[in-house]
């Protein structure tokens, strides 16, 4: 015969093992296990599904300078005339008029023609960069002047500014000067963007917010209730365990099921957004910081709400009345994260902090976000034509909030969740404790 | 050792038919039967031993009249309906009825500020909160905070546990037994649930539209005029609960407990919501709207308005069809799994 | 066959300790009140070693204390103290207790093996002895050959059983059986008292509670009576009906001439009723049963009556406990 545990830390691994193990096997028999964990796999499949098809699509090239059309019917596209020094506008007036003369350049040469080469920080100041691929500005014959039209001193160049007004929020704007950076490749600028908001929204609303919370409320809600009802709980309460420990326990058994659901979508989101997504090589392996964070961030909201739910079947028999406007609760402060990161009402909830590790683990992996967004609603020209996907992805991203750097903001939601799902335990536990059980 | 001297004389029972009844009692009286003792008039005899006593059995049949079925299906409507007022009927919780008043204030807000508006006189104000086209779309299919906060929740609480819980605890023998016809049990429930957000919904988009007249002082040609509106949003307004009623409870039907019927149904609402929204907002691609019941009930509203669309990629009738669609697979899954329900405790 | 139980070692953490000499079971002044309605009132009772029956009508309190014994419920007084530690506040105690819950739902989709293991578990054991322990108790309880099924496809006999089992599993010295005969059949029944006199021949401290009482007698003579909260009796079922002296005993006599012998039987003094139920039978009522049951027999030697049977109608615990809670009308 083995001998019987003599450290508390034995007694207690044989027992935690023992009802999470139970946990697990009980999930297993449950049709609703199933349904669920299944639906939540269905849902987020179709959203991979479209995404594949939308990266699968070629976005339309748009002329943003409007030098591939040839407005005199001459044969010859705007950009090559002024190129070549011919008045684009006149009929009598183009390159095949040169000795030798010039065969006309094919339209979509002056297609996406020019696009955004910058080499900047996203730091408060003004700083000069771009190139001008197509010479239209450089080797035009424009005076000087011309030539530098945001008046920087740098012809042919494009000025990115960030200050910060009074309100404390840093505001950027870009002057470039005519003929730089004019035309860029919509089909790579909206695969990328889209492509960077697809991570952020699927991680946001479909791994955080959808999963975080309703596989808690399907599943963890009932976790002690449901025994307390039946009768059940009788059996595991009649053994040297205290309640919190039984609680803790069931807790950590339904994690068991769901962590392990939660790092399984992760990785196949990893995979269809790395392999689909935009890239130089085979395999987008940037973001995968992205998505470390956003299985991190799931889990751990996926834990706080698992505490929570539980405690408030343990706190009254309809649990989920409490557990449904509060659910509701959660979902408005996760939209209101996307419109106002800073805003004070996310800190009573469980989402903010959570989307809050999303956020600061794409400050860290795409530092040039921001910037990349500016491109995208400066669009080439100083009339703010979005590119396309630059909205979204600027909806989608927000910063941190509270002002923090990205890993400060990392470490201090997690820390937050961390003491919400402890608290969340130390109550529901108390409660349970203080429960009679019939 | 038997101390019983002598057989006690049988006591012939009567049951005397309560000719209709009103009041407290209608319930029982309702579910009085004739079914199955048409001609029973049996009797056993007695059989003398020491140690026991067989007493002489003796059935009449009764011979009252059993009220008409509306009857009955009124004291079943009643019984959930009540609950929410008042003890003895069904008990509907604290909580959600503490919830019930705080959407039905909380709808009322636009009532409010018509009202507000109207008394100082501030046109501003009115013509941010007074009835409008937009004003009557928002006050039924606004999504925040009225369809994510107030009537899924409504749904979800109230479909949680009205036939589940029968199931889950056995007492829909209590109905089965009786007089009653599973159309007419389901029926029953799904009238009451839908009356209830019907309270919250109907009446309070009515009260608001008599807050207008009557602060602004609005005359006939006022009401001529909108009053085809007002009728749109009645009308978009039913649809909306009943298709939240619908799938709320065919989801109270295939499954056990409080629990599931209520968070299934709003993971539905709010979830096709969120993944619409991602499709649309990300993609450009609206099709997962036809998925999503919240987005079809906003679509079709905004067409029968006439409110600026927001979904512009399929024609409403789409969204239509794909309510109607939505609406018959519910209905079907609650009729065969109520017409196929054990009376049992499961 | 009977395993040795004290091969095994005893489930202990080292936090707690069993306080020497307290005894298994200690209420003192117990009530437990919902609003005005006492469940239990002032009861007080120490129990140690042997089997003993709880009695009581439905209601009577019995599933409320056992329920404040598990510390499942609170007591609103006194106190209660098992192995002289409070279980609403430690659940320590329950290294030595075994517990069969009234319940009847149980883990449908475990194997009874599978459920005795597990909760084996909650008592500190590893996995492999969980499965040991587990494999001798569900032998005790002769459920050896169903052990890998599932409890679901068991019938109510196996399903007490396992739940017994389960309680034993941690060779507890204080076992406590919520109406374990419930809805069993009559072959179940034998074997689950077999169980429970084979424990407290073993010395543990038994707690077993039924309403229907020819179970408890086949079981115990040792009995506590609830009614209504209040403890009405405690003792040998024998005893207390000798302390009921005050109400009248009825001595049930079967002869073939009951007039006769009751003419002679008037004489003592001790008799103060006689009646006949029917033809063969004479019912005599005495306050002095011991007094009657030493005259008795000279009486019917002397007068040379045939007498077929004498009856005590009265020593069983249903008539104990009519008496007692009809305040001793017959």
Not at chain 1, 60 to 65: H, L
Not at chain 2, 70 to 90: E, P, S, T, V, Y
Not at chain 2, 151 to 175: F, K, M, N, W
Not at chain 3, 223 to 233: D, E
């Amino acid at each position: 015969m083995a001998t019987k545990p003599d450290t508390r830390f034995q007694s207690l691994d044989r027992k935690a093992s023992a009802i999470v193990e139970f946990t697990l096997r009980q999930y297993r028999t449950k049709k609703s296990t199933w349904v669920v964990l299944g639906v939540g796999f269905t849902a987020l499949a179709l959203i991979f599904l479209i995404y594949i098809d939308v990266m699968a699509s070629e976005f339309e090239a748009i002329d943003n300078d409007g030098d591939s059309t040839d407005y005199d019917n001459d044969g010859y596209p705007k950009g090559q005339e002024l190129r070549l020094g011919t008045d684009p506008w006149d009929d009598e007036s183009h390159p095949g008029l040169f000795d030798p003369p010039v065969e006309p350049d094919p339209a979509s040469m002056y297609i996406n023609e020019d696009g955004f080469d910058w080499d900047v920080t996203s730091e408060l100041g003004t700083q000069s960069t771009g190139i001008d691929d197509d010479g239209d500005c450089l080797e035009s014959n424009k005076t000087a002047s011309q030539k530098d039209t945001n008046d920087n001193g740098v012809p042919c160049d494009v000025v990115v500014e960030f200050y910060r007004m009074q309100d404390g929020q840093i505001y950027s704007n870009i002057e470039s000067d005519s003929g730089v950076d004019e035309d860029p490749d919509e089909d790579a600028y909206a695969k990328e963007a889209i492509h960077l908001a697809f991570v952020l929204s699927i991680g946001k609303l479909g791994f955080v917010l959808l999963l975080g919370i309703f596989l808690p409320l399907f599943m963890a809600t009932g976790l002690i209730r449901d025994e307390m009802n039946s009768g059940t709980m009788h059996f595991m309460l009649a053994k040297p365990i205290s309640r919190s420990e039984v609680f803790l326990y069931r807790t950590l058994g339904y994690l068991g099921v769901v962590w392990p659901y939660v790092i399984f979508l992760g990785i196949l989101g990893a995979l269809v957004s790395g392999f689909v997504g935009p890239s130089d090589g085979f395999f987008r392996f940037a973001d995968l910081g992205v998505w470390l964070a956003i299985v991190f961030a799931t889990m751990m909201a996926t834990l706080v709400y698992g505490m929570l739910f539980n405690a408030l079947g343990v706190l009254w028999k309809y649990g989920i009345i409490l557990a449904i406007p509060f659910a509701a609760w959660e979902l408005g402060m996760a939209l209101l994260s996307m419109g106002v990161p800073d805003s004070t009402l996310l800190r009573f909830s469980v989402i903010g902090w959570a989307l809050m590790i999303v956020d600061a683990a794409a400050m860290i992996v795409w530092p040039n976000l921001d910037l990349f967004i500016l491109m995208g609603n400066w669009g080439g020209s100083d009339d703010f034509n979005y590119l396309q996907g630059s909205e979204p992805l600027n909806f989608f991203s927000s910063k941190p909030g509270l002002g923090l750097s990205a890993f400060t903001a990392l470490i201090i939601s997690t820390l937050v969740l961390l003491f919400q799902a402890a608290l969340s335990w130390f109550i529901g536990g108390a409660l349970f404790k203080s429960k009679e059980i019939q | 050792m038997s101390e019983l001297g002598e057989v006690p004389k049988p006591m012939p029972v009567e049951f005397a038919a309560e000719a209709p009844v009103t009041g407290k009692v209608r319930l029982d009286a309702a579910w009085g039967s004739t079914e199955g003792d048409e001609d029973l008039t049996a009797a056993s005899t007695t059989v003398g031993k020491s140690d026991g006593q067989i007493f002489k059995q003796q059935y009449k049949q009764w011979n009252g009249e059993l009220n008409p079925r509306w009857m009955r299906n009124w004291a079943i409507l009643r019984h959930h309906l009540l609950g929410i007022f008042k003890k003895g009927h069904r008990p509907w919780g604290i909580p959600i009825r503490l919830y019930l008043l705080v959407v039905f204030v909380a709808s009322l807000s636009d009532v409010g500020m018509t009202l507000v508006s109207g008394l100082i006189g501030d046109s501003g104000l009115h013509s941010v909160w007074g009835v409008s086209r937009d004003n009557l779309y928002a006050h039924v299919l606004g999504f925040f905070p009225r369809n994510m906060l107030y009537y899924p929740v409504v749904a979800a609480l109230l479909v949680g546990g009205v036939i589940s819980e029968d199931r889950q605890h056995g007492t829909s023998a209590l109905y089965f037994s009786r007089p009653i016809t599973r159309f007419d049990y389901v029926a029953m429930k799904f009238i009451s649930v839908a009356m209830i957000q019907g309270i919250l919904i109907l009446v309070t988009l009515a009260l608001y539209y008599f807050a207008e007249i009557a602060t602004m002082g609005r005359g006939w040609a006022w009401i001529i005029d909108t009053f085809p509106l007002f009728l749109a949003t009645v009308f978009s307004a039913l649809l909306l609960i009943f298709t939240y009623t619908s799938i709320g409870l065919s989801l109270s039907s295939v499954s056990n407990g409080k629990f599931f019927p209520g968070i299934a149904l709003l993971s539905i609402i709010l979830g096709t919501k969120v993944l619409a929204f991602i499709s649309s907002n990300l993609f450009d691609r609206e099709i997962l709207y036809l998925l999503s019941p919240y987005d079809c009930l906003a679509h079709v509203g905004q067409a029968i308005i006439g409110t600026q669309p927001t979904y512009d990629q399929y024609s409403w009738t789409w969204s239509l069809a794909s309510l109607v669609a939505m609406n018959g697979i519910a209905l079907y899954v609650l009729s065969t799994r109520v017409s196929s329900m054990e009376v049992t405790r499961e | 066959m009977i395993p040795d139980f004290d091969q095994q070692g005893k489930a202990e953490t080292k936090e707690w300790a069993p306080e020497a000499n307290a005894p298994a079971i200690l209420l003192e002044n117990v009530s437990k009140s919902y609003g005005r309605i006492f469940a239990l009132s002032n009861i007080t009772l120490a129990l140690n070693g042997g089997v003993t029956g709880v009695l009581g009508m439905n209601g009577a309190g019995k599933s409320t204390l056992f329920n404040i014994l598990m510390g499942k419920l609170k007591v609103s007084q006194g106190t209660v103290k098992l192995f002289g530690t409070d279980p609403w506040k430690n659940p320590a105690p329950y290294a030595r207790i075994g517990f069969v819950p009234e319940h009847e739902k149980m883990y449908d989709w475990m194997t009874g093996h599978e459920f005795v293991s597990t909760f084996a578990r909650l008592n500190g054991l590893t996995r492999d002895e969980a499965k040991i322990e587990a494999d001798r108790v569900l032998e005790f309880v002769g459920l050896t050959d169903v052990v890998h099924k599932k409890i679901g496809q068991y019938s109510k006999g196996m399903r007490q059983r396992v739940k017994i089992a389960h309680a034993l599993v941690n060779d507890p010295e204080l076992i406590i059986l919520d109406e374990p005969l419930q809805g069993c059949d009559p072959l179940a029944r034998t074997t689950i008292m077999n169980v429970i006199r084979e424990l407290g021949r073993m010395g543990r401290t038994v707690l077993v509670s039924s309403h229907i009482l020819q179970e408890i007698e086949r079981i115990t003579e040792q009995i506590v009576i609830l009614h209504q909260g209040r403890l009405l009796a405690l003792g040998n079922l024998h005893s207390i009906r000798e302390r009921l002296d005050k109400i009248p005993h009825r001595i049930s006599i079967q002869t073939d001439s009951p007039k006769q012998l009751a003419k002679d039987l008037i004489d003592i003094d001790e008799v103060f009723g006689i009646s006949f139920p029917d033809g063969q039978n004479l019912s005599i009522q005495t306050h002095n049963l011991g007094a009657i049951h030493s005259k008795l027999p000279g009486i019917i030697v002397e007068n040379n009556h045939k007498v077929n049977a004498i009856d005590n109608p009265d020593d069983d615990l249903a008539s104990i406990l009519g008496y007692l809670t009809s305040g001793g009308r017959v």
